[in-house]
């Protein structure tokens, strides 16, 4: 099987010799990505030690190489930025649905 292209906005350290999709449809852009959430009242401090934890953990060369294996690049985002980034994904694909015309079943 031969890539042809990356859906993130631009090329992967992982696969640099393969183009983004943006490079020819400026502003293309489809991602996987995983995160942790927790309940809404979970208190900041508990919020913080989870994110750092894991953040750390992310960063260790061992987990790194692991990912890289799988194809997944780590970009931890702080708290806010995560629940911020959510909201927008939750924008983007409400507006993608509604264009495309898809109803609910």
Known sequence: MK????????RTPLAPE????????????????????APAN???PVVAK???????????????AKLAGLG????PLAPEEFAAFIKQEIAKWTREIRDAGI???
């Open 72 to 75: 997944l690049e780590p970009a």
């Open 50 to 64: 989870v994110h750092d934890v894991v953040s750390a953990s992310l960063a260790k060369p061992d987990v790194k």
């Open 42 to 44: 979970t208190p900041k």
């Open 103 to 105: 109803e609910p079943q």
């Open 18 to 37: 393969l183009p983004a999709i943006a490079e020819t449809f400026p502003g293309f852009e489809t991602r996987i990505w995983y995160g942790l959430v």
């Open 3 to 10: 890539g042809l292209a990356v859906t993130s906005p631009q």
